[in-house]
């Protein structure tokens, strides 16, 4: 079993967005998989209660709970196991760092966003993770009209020596609308740009 953690202790920065969508472009692909709703706010345990298929399966847990659970979806066969975690502490988010084969961190292409989530790259490395598992940034929210933001944000991101995601996700209605229908994008609308943008960071963690 694969395990990617989607990561970020900013808030609103596509989190939950971002491990839905691969967790049914998992399940697109015939794979079967779960995610580990890790936020109280349980935004993806309430899009799993408005989809209308059980898989991608969601199940909430606390940073106490959560390796029972990894362990239990292992011994139940699932493919891949989709981590989304909270925005707040940086104790909780280390247990799901720990397990990870695959982080991914999620951040707006704001300056401002990308120095404020400098304690997510500390955790990182404080796991010393950075070497034994795949850790790479993922642009998010990046609108169509301003290159500039994402080209400054890429390059603050290779100062701060993390590895970039070439696919960023774009401000797209898709994101929002299939969220409130408890679908993937690629679900939404298949031929979209979103589905494009979801299949190719998929394909890019090479899970
Ligand atoms: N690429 C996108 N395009 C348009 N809207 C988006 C995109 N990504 C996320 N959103 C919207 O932005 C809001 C925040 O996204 P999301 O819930 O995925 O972030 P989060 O990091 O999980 O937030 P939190 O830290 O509160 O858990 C949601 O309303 C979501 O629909
Ligand atoms: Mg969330």
């Not at 998010?140 to 996700?169: F, G, I, N």
């Not at 609308?189 to 979103?194: I, L, Q, T, V």
């Amino acid at each position: 079993m694969k395990t990617v953690c989607i990561l970020s202790q900013k808030g609103g920065s596509g989190k939950t967005t971002l491990a839905i969508n691969l967790a049914v472009a998992s399940q697109l692909k015939g794979k079967s998989a779960m995610i580990a709703d890790m936020d109280s706010q349980q935004s993806s345990s309430m899009w799993h209660t408005a989809r209308a298929d059980d898989f991608p399966y969601v199940q909430a847990t606390d940073s106490k709970g959560l390796k029972q659970l990894h362990a239990a979806a292992e011994e139940q066969g699932f493919d891949h196991f989709f981590i989304d975690t909270a925005p707040t502490s940086n104790k909780d988010s280390l247990e799901a760092v720990e397990i990870a084969d695959v982080i991914a961190v999620t951040c707006k292409p704001s300056i401002m966003d990308l120095r404020a989530i400098s304690n997510t790259i500390d955790l990182i490395e404080m796991a010393k993770l950075k070497d034994k598992c795949k850790a790479f940034m993922v642009l998010s929210m990046v609108e169509h009209y301003s290159t500039r933001d994402r080209e400054e944000s890429e390059a603050l991101l290779k100062e701060l020596k993390m590895k970039v995601c070439p696919q960023w996700l774009g401000t797209r209605v898709a994101y929002r609308r299939s969220l409130i229908e408890g679908e993937g994008v690629q679900e939404y609308e298949p031929r979209g740009k979103a589905a494009e943008e979801i299949a190719a960071i998929h394909k890019f963690m090479k899970i």
